[in-house]
C-alpha cells in the first residue's frame, strides 16, 4: 500500500530571532510565500484576530530593526 506524500506547512520561524527585517521576511516568504507580513515594535498595542494568511513580527527598536519574538502564522 502506498502512502500519499504529506508536508507540514510551517507555522513560526524561531531561527529568525535576532536577524534583521529584511533577512527575516526573506526566509519566511522562502517558506510560505502565501503569507502577508504585519509590523509592530515590541510593546505595541494590535488588533486582535486570527488570520491563517499573516505573520506578525515583532522588532526591536534598534538601529538594524532586529527580530524580537518568535514570528508565527495568525
Do not use: C
Not at 502565501?34 to 513580527?57: C, I, Q, S, W
Amino acid at each position: 500500500m502506498v502512502r500519499p506524500m504529506t508536508y507540514k506547512v510551517k507555522l513560526s520561524w524561531p531561527e529568525v530571532v535576532g536577524w534583521t527585517l529584511l533577512q527575516a521576511m526573506g526566509k519566511i516568504h522562502t517558506d510560505r510565500p502565501d503569507v502577508a507580513f504585519e509590523l509592530h515594535y515590541v510593546g505595541e498595542n494590535m488588533p486582535p484576530g486570527f488570520h491563517d494568511k499573516r505573520v506578525r513580527l515583532f522588532l526591536n527598536r534598534d538601529p538594524q530593526g532586529t527580530v524580537a519574538l518568535t514570528p508565527v502564522v495568525g
